[in-house]
């Protein structure tokens, strides 16, 4: 008869393991074989656990790869390139397994938009304003990541300033030259110490301001091919 994997691991362990006759007899063996089969099942949960998270890791490494190579017009013409290069739906499953308190905070930027004064800002000073919020999260992740001591936060982190580098090297690349002068931000901006908190704000982000950046430059793909 064939056996599910995990439970024939089990009776096999069982089975390998047990104890003399001579110990059974003073009925020790079987509060002891309870332990060991839950301490071998905690590290098979460990190992599945463990396995999983390095999968999402090469995942996400092969992403970033992909992406590093993006040119600016697809960015700014398809629209499945922009989703697909945001990497904060790929970051859920992981951030399961991290601690969500960091050691040092994250600058937030404040990124709201009062459109009304945006549709009369020039598309320079509209790029400025996107390069400088995304400049302003990556100089912050790359101190937080230098402090972190556990590796999935590590993990994410790096993966969040890859993405980050990925948009900024975009957006600097476009055509038209940057504007030194950026409108004038409605808000103040927020520290966080949460993880999740911090990759909410870069889907917002990435949802937000650039989205509403590369629908200035529509008209530039009526020629691509």
Not at 74 to 97: A, G, K, N, W, Y
Request: net charge positive; proline share 4%; aromatic share 4%.
């Amino acid at each position: 008869m064939h056996l599910p994997a995990e439970r024939a691991f089990v009776i096999t362990y069982a089975r390998t393991h047990a104890l003399p006759r001579a110990h059974q007899q003073r009925g020790v063996p079987r509060t002891v074989a309870r332990a060991d089969l839950t301490q071998m099942k905690h590290a098979t949960g460990q190992t599945c656990a463990q396995t999983r998270q390095t999968a999402w890791v090469f995942l996400l490494l092969l992403l970033q790869l992909q992406f590093s190579q993006t040119r600016p017009i697809d960015f700014i013409c398809d629209s499945d390139v922009r989703r697909r290069m945001d990497v904060t739906e790929e970051l859920q499953p992981l951030m399961t397994h991290c601690l969500d308190q960091l050691p040092s905070d994250v600058l937030r930027p404040c990124i709201r938009i009062n459109m009304a004064a945006w549709k009369q800002t020039s598309f320079q000073q509209k790029q400025a304003f996107v390069r400088d919020s995304l400049d302003a999260l990556l100089q912050s992740l790359g101190k937080v990541k230098e402090s972190s001591s556990t590796s999935c936060q590590v993990v994410v982190l790096k993966t969040l300033e890859r993405s980050v580098k990925n948009h900024l090297l975009i957006v600097e690349r476009l055509e038209r030259q940057i504007s030194t002068l950026t409108p004038e931000r409605n808000c103040e901006g927020h520290k966080t110490t949460s993880l999740t908190q911090t990759v909410h704000f870069y889907r917002k982000l990435l949802r937000g301001p650039v989205e509403l950046l590369m629908e200035d430059l529509t008209h530039m793909c009526t020629t691509h091919t």
